[in-house]
């Protein structure tokens, strides 16, 4: 038992039985299924991911796939999961664009946390949704949303909120 070539002869002979059990048809992943993300969130999560398949399922870092989807802005939350017949499902929770920040960058969509969903590039897919500005805005936007909800009577004269000295408001119509 102490002889290393029997010692690497039983090393060889381990790692031959556990890829022959890897290889096997029943854990090899032949293509992936994303469900509830848009088609251009879904190609975006495809290009991150970058996956060559078939592979198998033992390959697959699950925990560390998911985080790299969770790193995408549109994405809240992913979840991953390798289904029979192959199929590794990607399951996200989109963030829902709620307003629209005037940061110094440019203009952002961003979800009621106030996090960064994508950048604004054409206004009028979201004219419906309130502006806010302003330093520190997006991080009270759950602030902001709640002055919008209580300007619902103001119509469609309310534009947008306006961030002063990281500690009120200003109503612009």
Do not use: H, K, Y
């Not at 029943?26 to 994303?34: C, K, P, Q, S």
């Not at 870092?61 to 995408?72: A, C, G």
């Amino acid at each position: 038992a102490s002889d290393p070539s029997n010692i690497q002869q039983l090393q060889d002979n381990v790692a031959e039985i556990r890829r022959s059990v890897q290889d096997r048809p029943e854990f090899r992943v032949t293509l992936m299924a994303i469900e509830g993300a848009t088609p251009v969130l879904a190609e975006e999560i495809r290009a991150t991911l970058a996956l060559d398949f078939p592979t198998s399922s033992f390959d697959l870092d699950l925990p560390r796939l998911r985080e790299r989807v969770e790193e995408i802005r549109a994405v809240d939350v992913a979840e991953l999961r390798v289904r029979s017949g192959g199929e590794l499902a990607v399951i996200v929770t989109e963030r829902r664009p709620a307003m629209v920040w005037q940061a110094r960058e440019g203009l952002w969509v961003v979800d009621a946390g106030g996090e960064r969903v994508a950048p604004l590039l054409a206004r009028p897919q979201l004219a419906d949704l309130p502006i806010i500005s302003g330093d520190g805005a997006n991080d009270a936007a759950e602030e902001a949303m709640a002055r919008c909800v209580a300007a619902r009577p103001l119509g469609d004269r309310l534009r947008g909120l306006v961030r002063i000295g990281e500690r009120r408001w200003d109503v612009v119509l």
